[in-house]
């Protein structure tokens, strides 16, 4: 029932997105207003890491004993995985119940699917007593359909260029944008930034009044052989590695520590012991996840493995080059091959420049349905303009079995481009 209520909701507004607020504000208001009814709020901007931003900090959360709602997009395999209430995932029932009451009161006027279904959060949310709501923008921020709330914490990770025919394709006016969130005196984190990011973003702070926590003035971070150092005026922290890989996730870690900061200073008690546990135990598929189990990594022989990620701009091209020269620095490494897939509203060239150096060749693969994607051999062009041998193939099953009939084994694979077709991936291995 739930995919008949959300392919309806598809058909409200003839475009996926249309940045503004007034649909949702009006819809918000008839339904009681349930976003002013919501524990405190962190809201999370950026354009990289704002999903590992949001898992640690309710991981961390979680620890210290917090019941936490959550809001994040896009979904992966069900779109349950968007809305987590008070510590679990939605369930059907709810789920459907919410969004029918939210096409009723709707009765047919112009609304876009994310901007029903935020309606739909936030109404789920508003009837289930927590202690902390963590909400993820969609896209940009000022006009972006979450930011109809009062936030008691900001926080903004890395800011670069994607969503570049929304947000445009300058860097000053994306900061902008990102910088959106931000709300009159309310204190905001800020994770890692370019120098003219950060100064639209200190711009705006400084016009609202905004107490700014920023990385490498308010608060360092630096990695050890171990995990990573924490340093601010508080407190000095030597904390392991967590449990997401790459060395991007040190800096993702440590925006969500100094976020913890801020919400010790509005008296939520998160020690440093429910940090490490969260640390520990965070969660979150398709960022640099190793696949250790299911019928993709099985078909492989042994020595053999499988990694995925939904990076799909250039500053997610980078880390991943990253973690390849990591791989590289290993005693015995294995061969490095991709496998993507990539929409044509991204920069395919800009986010394969920096893998080309490192992978021995790709394998383009069709994109999930609905979506539109560079073809199979769109793709190989793509990957032909910054060096990289690209074949293109039918499936992921067939990218894998190519890879086998035609390179020696063992080898590491690593399926990216996006995050649509890391959720199809993650549906098909089970």
């Given at each position: 029932?739930?995919?008949?209520?959300l392919?309806?909701?598809?058909r409200?507004?003839?475009r996926?997105?249309?940045l503004?607020?007034e649909?949702i504000?009006r819809?918000l208001?008839?339904?009681?207003?349930?976003?002013?009814?919501?524990?405190?709020?962190?809201?999370?901007?950026g354009?990289?890491?704002?999903?590992?931003?949001?898992?640690?900090?309710?991981a961390?959360?979680?620890?210290?004993g917090?019941?936490?709602?959550?809001y994040?997009?896009?979904?992966?395999?069900?779109?349950?995985e968007?809305?987590?209430v008070?510590?679990?995932l939605?369930?059907?029932?709810?789920?459907?119940?919410?969004?029918?009451?939210?096409?009723?009161?709707?009765?047919?006027?112009?609304?876009?699917?994310f901007?029903?279904?935020?309606v739909?959060?936030?109404?789920?949310f508003?009837?289930?007593p927590?202690?902390?709501?963590?909400?993820?923008?969609g896209?940009?921020g000022?006009?972006?359909?979450?930011?109809?709330?009062?936030?008691?914490?900001?926080?903004?990770?890395?800011v670069g260029?994607?969503?570049?025919?929304?947000?445009g394709?300058?860097l000053?006016g994306?900061?902008?944008?990102k910088?959106?969130?931000l709300k009159?005196a309310?204190?905001?984190?800020i994770?890692?930034?370019?120098d003219?990011?950060?100064?639209?973003?200190?711009?705006?702070?400084?016009?609202?009044?905004?107490?700014?926590?920023?990385?490498g003035?308010?608060?360092?971070?630096?990695?050890?052989?171990?995990?990573?150092?924490?340093?601010?005026?508080?407190?000095?922290?030597?904390?392991?590695?967590?449990?997401l890989?790459?060395?991007?996730?040190?800096d993702n870690a440590?925006t969500?520590v100094?976020?913890?900061e801020?919400l010790?200073a509005?008296?939520f008690?998160?020690?440093?012991?429910?940090?490490?546990k969260?640390?520990?135990?965070?969660e979150?598929?398709?960022?640099?996840?190793?696949?250790?189990?299911g019928?993709?990594?099985?078909?492989?022989?042994?020595?053999?493995?499988l990694?995925?990620d939904?990076?799909?701009?250039?500053?997610?091209g980078?880390?991943?080059?990253?973690?390849?020269?990591?791989?590289?620095?290993e005693p015995?490494p294995?061969?490095?091959?991709?496998?993507?897939?990539?929409?044509?509203?991204?920069?395919?060239s800009?986010?394969?420049?920096?893998?080309?150096?490192?992978?021995?060749?790709a394998?383009?693969v069709p994109f999930p349905e609905?979506h539109?994607?560079?073809?199979?051999?769109?793709?190989?062009?793509?990957?032909a303009e910054?060096?990289?041998?690209?074949?293109?193939?039918?499936?992921?099953?067939?990218?894998?079995?190519?890879?086998?009939?035609?390179q020696p084994a063992?080898?590491?694979?690593?399926?990216c481009?996006?995050l649509?077709?890391?959720g199809?991936?993650?549906?098909r291995?089970?």
């Amino acid at each position: 029932m739930t995919d008949a209520i959300l392919e309806r909701l598809t058909r409200l507004h003839p475009r996926l997105i249309d940045l503004g607020l007034e649909r949702i504000e009006r819809l918000l208001e008839q339904l009681g207003s349930p976003h002013r009814k919501l524990p405190p709020i962190v809201h999370v901007a950026g354009t990289n890491g704002k999903g590992s931003l949001v898992a640690y900090l309710r991981a961390m959360s979680e620890a210290a004993g917090y019941r936490v709602h959550v809001y994040t997009s896009p979904h992966l395999v069900r779109f349950n995985e968007r809305i987590r209430v008070a510590g679990r995932l939605i369930d059907d029932a709810a789920l459907d119940e919410i969004l029918t009451e939210c096409e009723e009161v709707n009765a047919g006027q112009p609304i876009t699917f994310f901007e029903i279904t935020t309606v739909a959060a936030f109404l789920a949310f508003s009837r289930v007593p927590a202690d902390l709501t963590i909400l993820e923008v969609g896209m940009g921020g000022r006009r972006d359909t979450t930011n109809v709330v009062d936030s008691m914490l900001s926080a903004i990770t890395p800011v670069g260029y994607d969503h570049t025919g929304f947000l445009g394709d300058k860097l000053e006016g994306i900061a902008l944008e990102k910088a959106g969130i931000l709300k009159r005196a309310v204190p905001a984190v800020i994770g890692h930034q370019r120098d003219v990011s950060l100064q639209v973003i200190e711009a705006e702070a400084t016009r609202l009044a905004v107490p700014l926590f920023r990385m490498g003035r308010e608060w360092q971070v630096t990695p050890t052989a171990s995990g990573f150092r924490y340093e601010s005026d508080l407190q000095t922290l030597d904390l392991p590695a967590p449990a997401l890989v790459g060395a991007h996730q040190i800096d993702n870690a440590a925006t969500a520590v100094a976020c913890v900061e801020r919400l010790r200073a509005a008296k939520f008690a998160i020690d440093n012991s429910a940090v490490r546990k969260g640390l520990a135990s965070v969660e979150w598929p398709a960022r640099l996840q190793k696949l250790t189990r299911g019928p993709l990594v099985e078909a492989l022989p042994p020595g053999c493995e499988l990694w995925l990620d939904g990076g799909h701009n250039e500053d997610c091209g980078i880390a991943l080059a990253r973690m390849a020269a990591e791989w590289a620095k290993e005693p015995a490494p294995l061969p490095l091959y991709l496998v993507f897939g990539m929409l044509t509203t991204k920069d395919a060239s800009g986010f394969l420049r920096p893998l080309a150096r490192h992978a021995r060749a790709a394998r383009a693969v069709p994109f999930p349905e609905g979506h539109s994607a560079y073809t199979p051999a769109e793709a190989c062009e793509k990957a032909a303009e910054v060096g990289l041998d690209c074949l293109p193939v039918n499936d992921i099953g067939a990218a894998l079995e190519d890879l086998l009939a035609t390179q020696p084994a063992p080898m590491r694979v690593l399926i990216c481009g996006s995050l649509y077709l890391a959720g199809a991936v993650l549906a098909r291995n089970g």
